[in-house]
T-cell receptor, first 112, second 114 residues
Framework: KQEVTQIPAALSVPEGENLVLNCSFTDSAIYNLQWFRQDPGKGLTSLLLIQSSQREQTSGRLNASLDKSSGRSTLYIAASQPGDSATYLCAVCLGWRGKLIFGQGTELSVKP | EAQVTQNPRYLITVTGKKLTVTCSQNMNHEYMSWYRQDPGLGLRQIYYSMNVEVTDKGDVPEGYKVSRKEKRNFPLILESPSPNQTSLYFC?????????????FGPGTRLTVL
């Protein structure tokens, strides 16, 4: 059974710091991995999608990496800002029926 | 604006009173699904639909029904809600039939069943 774990559960950093959020999964048979951001009252916003054949994806200050063989993904946020404060969720897609298995999330707080 | 909308956003009801949570997307997506989010359990898939008139169970379908009569709409029906269905519900959609590309989520519906 696929399990997704995110560590740490919460993280507080001063503005301007570069930071890394971690995601691990138990079964490497994934189709892709997606990172989402969840803001209170606003649902989930897709940040990055990495196909199983890819090693990384970048969007602005965000960079996500994937090491399928070791069951790990990281989300790197450069020069963090207070507006980055949110809960970050990673999810693995198991393929044909599009089901996402989510981690519990990392709650990020960026202090001005 | 491309989006997934859900209504209502907040709902308090009583045990046994049938309710429907609507979900609509304006992106012409083939795939739609419902998730519930609970503390300590995370997000879990309830039902999904790969096309009009094609629906199937996710991991936690008990107590829920869905229908997909039009591509854009995917309502979630609770025929006889119970307190253990108190949760935050999300609808999602994806372009491809298989749902393997980026999934777009609605803003959520917070349901309380007394």
């Amino acid at each position: 059974k696929q399990e997704v774990t995110q560590i740490p559960a919460a993280l507080s950093v001063p503005e301007g710091e570069n930071l890394v959020l971690n995601c691990s999964f138990t079964d490497s048979a994934i189709y892709n991995l997606q990172w989402f951001r969840q803001d209170p009252g606003k649902g989930l916003t897709s940040l990055l999608l990495i196909q199983s054949s890819q090693r990384e994806q970048t969007s602005g200050r965000l960079n996500a990496s994937l090491d399928k063989s070791s069951g790990r993904s990281t989300l790197y946020i450069a020069a963090s800002q207070p507006g980055d404060s949110a809960t970050y969720l990673c999810a693995v897609c198991l393929g044909w029926r599009g089901k996402l298995i989510f981690g519990q999330g990392t709650e990020l707080s960026v202090k001005p | 604006e491309a989006q997934v909308t859900q209504n209502p956003r907040y709902l308090i009801t009583v045990t046994g009173k049938k309710l429907t949570v609507t979900c609509s997307q304006n992106m012409n997506h083939e795939y739609m699904s419902w998730y519930r989010q609970d503390p300590g359990l995370g997000l879990r898939q309830i039902y999904y639909s790969m096309n009009v008139e094609v629906t199937d169970k996710g991991d936690v379908p008990e107590g829920y029904k869905v229908s997909r009569k039009e591509k854009r709409n995917f309502p979630l029906i609770l025929e006889s809600p119970s307190p253990n269905q108190t949760s935050l519900y999300f609808c999602a959609s994806s372009l491809s039939t298989s749902g393997i590309d980026t999934q777009y989520f609605g803003p959520g519906t917070r349901l309380t069943v007394l």
